[in-house]
């Protein structure tokens, strides 16, 4: 089973400021199978980046998605008050299927 | 637009039963696979199952093999969990997603999840 190591746990960013989340997986991912969601309080999960860098239908363009093999960030270029949230990384170039334990990214 | 719409959860006591359901409009039901995830009180998101299309794959996390079955019926456009001999540690929001590409299990689309207790 792939382990996704999130980090850090908790970012506290202002608005506007660049916020660089990182995903590792404790094997390669296979062809790259790395998809990011976003998650506000008492609601669902929301896709927002698959294939470890192709953005989500209607997604802004400030959100970004790089990496490869086993190191993977999420890039969100410059925050707006909606984008403090919590993000998951998850891979499904193996199986089972796994996803990270989370980043917050809270307002400072 | 896209919509899922969880139901069935509730609050069942240790060793019962239970079974999710999730009405999907919006798109051609039968050309996607489709999942059930979960979400424990303030804990991570963890896969339950998904099915193929036409129902002939279906997979499982080991947490639910043997007690959990998901199933479709592509003329209700509906997906089902049936979850038996619960446990305690199943307490969660439960999700309905859709899979985004066959064979590349993603999820696009989630419903708003239904809230599964088990406690006695």
């Known amino acids: 089973e792939i382990v996704l190591t999130q980090s850090p746990g908790t970012l506290s960013l202002s608005p506007g400021e660049r916020s660089t989340l990182s995903c590792r997986a404790s094997?390669?991912?296979?062809?790259?199978?790395l998809a990011w969601y976003q998650q506000k309080p008492g609601q669902a999960p929301r896709l927002l980046i698959y294939?470890?860098?192709s953005r989500a239908t209607g997604i802004p363009d400030r959100f970004s998605g790089s990496g490869s093999g086993t190191d993977f960030t999420l890039t969100i270029s410059r925050l707006e008050p909606e984008d403090f949230a919590v993000y998951y990384c998850?891979?499904?170039?193996?199986?089972?299927?796994?996803f990270g334990g989370g980043t917050k990214v809270e307002i400072k | 637009q896209v919509q899922l719409v969880e139901s069935g959860g509730g609050l069942v006591k240790p060793g019962g039963s239970l079974r999710l359901s999730c009405a999907a409009s919006?798109?051609?039901?039968?050309?996607?696979?489709m999942s059930w995830i979960r979400q424990a009180p303030g804990k991570g998101l963890e896969l339950v199952s998904y099915?193929?299309?036409?129902?002939?794959?279906?997979n499982y996390a080991d947490s639910g093999k043997g007690r959990f079955t998901i199933s479709r019926d592509n003329a209700k456009n509906s997906l089902y969990l049936q979850m038996n001999s619960l446990r305690a540690e199943d307490t969660a929001v439960y999700y309905c997603?859709?899979?985004?590409?066959?064979?590349?299990?993603?999820?696009?689309?989630w419903g708003q999840g239904t809230l599964v207790s088990v406690s006695s």
């Open positions: 997603a859709r899979v985004g590409w066959v064979a590349a299990v993603f999820f696009d689309y």
């Open positions: 919006g798109f051609t039901f039968s050309d996607y696979y």
């Open positions: 099915i193929s299309s036409s129902s002939s794959y279906a």
């Open positions: 094997q390669s991912v296979s062809s790259n199978y």
């Open positions: 294939g470890a860098s």
């Open positions: 998850q891979q499904y170039g193996s199986s089972p299927l796994t």
